[in-house]
Nanobody, 125 residues
Framework: QVQLVESGGGSVQAGGSLRLSCAFS????????MGWFRQAPEKELEGVAT???????YYADSVKGRFTISRDVTKNTLDLQMSSLKPEDTAMYYC???????????????????WGQGTQVTVSS
């Protein structure tokens, strides 16, 4: 069974950068999807960036041009490069994956089967 562990979170000033990494173990996603979600206090879980093998790459409008999702096949990790960070990016960030294929963009939490424990990102003004 696939297990996911996030790392790289922390505190940074507005305008700064952070790189999150999600380590996969117990399996490799070869047909499904993988992505990043976040949840700010008092808000719903939000899709940040996702990558489906057959469906394509999705970015939330709020992060387009600032965040980049990528897959490192050699390390078996999923990364999220975040730049030009804003206070509104403050949230708990979760890595997620699904094993079965999806032929459209993945945007909803219910489309994913496996979840990491989360890593906190705090952006100060």
């Amino acid at each position: 069974q696939v297990q996911l562990v996030e790392s790289g979170g922390g505190s940074v000033q507005a305008g700064g950068s952070l790189r999150l990494s999600c380590a996969f173990s117990g399996g490799t996603i070869t047909r499904g999807c993988m992505g990043w979600f976040r949840q700010a206090p008092e808000k719903e879980l939000e899709g940040v960036a996702t990558l489906c093998i057959f469906g394509g790459t999705y970015y939330a409008d709020s992060v387009k041009g600032r965040f980049t999702i990528s897959r490192d096949v050699t390390k078996n990790t999923l990364d999220l490069q975040m730049s030009s960070l804003k206070p509104e990016d403050t949230a708990m960030y979760y890595c997620a994956a699904r094993a079965s294929p999806l032929y459209t963009l993945a945007t909803r939490p219910q489309e994913f089967n496996y979840w990491g424990q989360g890593t906190q990102v705090t952006v100060s003004s």
